[in-house]
């Protein structure tokens, strides 16, 4: 492997790599080697048009630009010598050229390279006296995205990415010279399933997205690292906090999953969060048949009376129980341990399905499936059997898949059932036929580990507080065994502990808990489980 040394530090990397791809490799790019870029992108080809890379290359008369320039074995590389500095002060001061002065009121101020470039390597005052290029602004470019023209740098990061990356092409660069501007083709949106990455990647404020834009300054969110759980991908993201809300998912780089990119819908998915429909109090049917709001510990003591009369009548084995592709492993493992507990063998999980691609977007539409799998959970059809046949009297549901997978032709069902308990983030059809209801976290309001299509297994952390009372389903299930006296429930909900019981016992996940897993995750240790949980491939773009 080649060796380059760049300012004093020397960097192996493979054949073939630019000076900028071995800096990123190393994770010296921007974090102990600074070298400014615009048009360039680890997960797009190379443009080498801006020019505000350019590095001073031992042996090479001129300066060269690093996205483009091939390491060579022995190669020298100074980024800050005075050469250096004042090309990128005359690229700097081109770019501001045309640039409109409107910090103050541009959505992007506080995470724009152009902005913070300007303060290292602008000049101080405007050596030009000509009125500033016109071009168009508040251009709708289709369902998601908003265009600033006269922001634009012409990087031409988004034409590269919808090239690229969903390769569906609906943007240009129209005219020549000064002329340039980038344009939707002539009677096209941009409109597809991946268009707000665009956003992410424009390093100014040209770009930006209908969903976010003036909603809140960015200096004032906190970026919390978390998961996408819009399907079985498990897409890293961050969560752009302020007062305890979610106002954002952006993705966070791993290159082992997401690389850099999510897709809109998983996106938009953080609306979930803060929905009006959440549940934010237990409810409990009384004797006239009402579903009436009820204290937290009202309703867990109503859930255990009724299955306890349940179980003393008829046995345990009229109870059922369906798991939720959308809780974390830890939760799939209490409710496990929990319905082995009550002496039911009649289990299983519920994960609905939907559209699917080659690139991010899989089928389950849920992040979990693949780690309720791996538990040894099966597909709740066999529940539903069992409900049709008249041989179940009691259902435990976590969340309200279920009634969405199509293994039931409709919540009337479970009308006739004697006791339904039902643990849901969000109001359902099963408050029709519900006898408890009892509030849980969404995933970005918990710590946990999910297992994604790949058998990755991934850390979730608490970003929010909801502001009422939900737990965890696990939990929630502890506080429910507590009640009815099973064997294994008398202490108090610990995640960490029982992720690391879970390690301990399901060989699948030896070694693999939530203080083990790292940023990237870590893949389940059992290869046929690995396998068997990988998604078939969904059609192309």
Known sequence: MPTLTVDGR?????????ILEALDDAGLLMNGVDVPHYCWH???SVDGSCRLCQVEVEGFPKLQIACNTVVQDGMVVNTTSDRVRKAREGVVELLLINHPLDCPICDQAGECKLQDYAFDYGVEKSRTREPRRAAKKRVDLGPTIVF????CILCRRCVRFCDEVPKTRELAVFGRGDRSVIETFPGMELD??????????????????????????????????????????????????????VYRYQPR???DVNETWMCDAGRLSYRDIGAPDRLQYAYVRDATGSLEAAGYEAAIGAAARRLRAIIGSKGAGVIAGVAS?????????TFRRFIE??????????????????LLIKAEKAANAAGARALGLGDASLVADRIRSGGIDALVCLGSDFLGTGLLANVEELAGLDTVIVLDTHKSEFSRVAHVILPTRHAAEKHGTLTNAAGRVQRLRAAVEPAYEAHPDGAVLSHLGKALGLPGFDGSY???????????SEPAFSGIHLDSVGDRGRVLIDPDASQRDREPEGPNL
């Open 10 to 18: 020397v960097i192996e990397t493979a054949e073939g790599k630019s």
């Open 42 to 44: 680890p997960k797009l």
């Open 148 to 151: 600033d023209q006269e922001r």
């Open 192 to 245: 597809n399933p991946y268009s707000m990455n665009v956003a992410d990647i424009c390093p100014v404020g040209a770009l930006t997205t209908k969903d976010f834009r003036f909603k809140i300054r960015v200096w004032f969110l906190e970026d919390v690292e978390g998961l996408c759980t819009g399907c079985a991908n498990g897409c890293n993201i961050y969560l752009g906090i302020a007062n305890n809300k």
């Open 253 to 255: 780089r791993n290159d």
């Open 325 to 333: 592709a959308h809780a974390t492993n830890e939760d799939l493992f």
């Open 341 to 358: 507990a009550l002496g039911t063998e009649t289990s299983g999980v519920a994960v609905p399905k939907g559209d699917a691609d080659d």
């Open 494 to 504: 610990d995640v960490r502990a029982v992720s690391k019981a879970l390690a301990e």
